[in-house]
């Protein structure tokens, strides 16, 4: 049996080996590595602070990447007794505008996936029209992409779902039921 092929020597570094004896390992050096160890709650305490930043104002990123198969929907999505960051963030958003009494919010919820190059709205499941990728005044945004207004995390869970019987899904050699696409929320 070959030695694992990553190593995690603390929170920061990943080091990783070459199927080539004569190539030294490589490190990586992170903000933050989560190891196989790391626990949900783990990923979402690193990133929580982002929602407050979201309710602020600011524009914010959470993304997944890795290869099939490597947990990145687990991570993200996780099942409902174990969130993960995306459902756990969601509940913090929403959290954090409810106790703003003096501001009034509308958050609303956009789907869309990147297959083949090409962007679908999720929502409305037409596949005869991608969609395409502006640059306005307010920055850069997907045209004619639909949305769904939200007010508790079952809402965003809700349009969360009826997205999710649109993916693009098939087998590969690493996954079953490998998404083969890259999913956005936009909340």
Do not use: W
């Not at 106790?99 to 509308?106: F, I, L, P, S």
């Amino acid at each position: 049996r070959n030695p694992c092929m990553m190593k995690f020597p603390d929170e920061n570094n990943l080091i990783v080996s070459s199927l080539d004896p004569k190539s030294k390992p490589v490190n990586y050096e992170f903000e933050h590595v989560y190891s196989n160890k790391s626990k949900q709650e783990d990923v979402f305490r690193d990133t929580e602070a982002l929602c407050m930043s979201c309710v602020d104002g600011y524009n914010v990123c959470i993304m997944a990447y890795g290869q099939t198969g490597s947990g990145k929907t687990y991570t993200m999505q996780g099942p409902p007794d174990n969130p993960g960051v995306n459902r756990r963030a969601i509940a913090k958003l929403i959290q954090h505008t409810n106790d703003r009494e003096e501001v009034e919010y509308e958050l609303s919820v956009s789907v869309m996936e990147v297959y083949n190059e090409k962007i679908f709205d999720l929502l409305t499941g037409d596949r005869t029209k991608p969609l395409s990728i502006h640059q306005g005044a307010d920055g850069t945004y997907v045209g004619d992409l639909s949305a769904d207004i939200v007010k508790t995390p079952e809402d965003v869970q809700a349009t969360m779902d009826k997205a999710e019987k649109h993916r693009s899904v098939s087998s590969t050699k690493m996954n079953t039921d490998s998404s083969r696409s890259h999913l956005l929320l936009q909340l």
